[in-house]
Nanobody, 120 residues
Framework: QVQLVESGGGLVQAGGSLRLSCAAS????????MAWYRQCPGKQRELVAR???????NYADFVKGRFTISRDNAKNTVFLQMNSLKPEDTAVYYC??????????????WGQGTQVTVSS
């Protein structure tokens, strides 16, 4: 059994910052790419940023220069530092990870989501 547990969401004023965390736990053998997605009200889920096991990162154009993704491989944790937040960043943010687990093999996992609300 593998779980992804997110934390760090909340309400912030425009221009402010938040840091999201997502920790993977369970019978984990390897964690590959980890990523953050978001689903804005009335829209489809979209990729925000991803990071490979060796630290290569990719960002959606709408967060470049404002958000930073990082990870702690020893703790199977991924972070998303969000600066200069805008009201349009309001969304439910989801953690995603590709994990090889004992007796399960390599699969894709999702966290439960954490709400980020940016007020104007």
């Amino acid at each position: 059994q593998v779980q992804l547990v997110e934390s760090g969401g909340g309400l912030v004023q425009a221009g402010g910052s938040l840091r999201l965390s997502c920790a993977a736990s369970g019978s984990i053998l390897s964690v590959y790419t980890m990523a953050w997605y978001r689903q804005c009200p009335g829209k489809q889920r979209e990729l925000v940023a991803r990071i490979t096991s060796i630290g290569t990162t990719n960002y959606a154009d709408f967060v470049k220069g404002r958000f930073t993704i990082s990870r702690d491989n020893a703790k199977n944790t991924v972070f998303l530092q969000m600066n200069s937040l805008k009201p349009e960043d309001t969304a439910v943010y989801y953690c995603n990870a590709e994990i090889r687990a004992l007796s399960i093999g390599r699969s894709d996992y999702w966290g439960q989501g954490t709400q980020v609300t940016v007020s104007s």
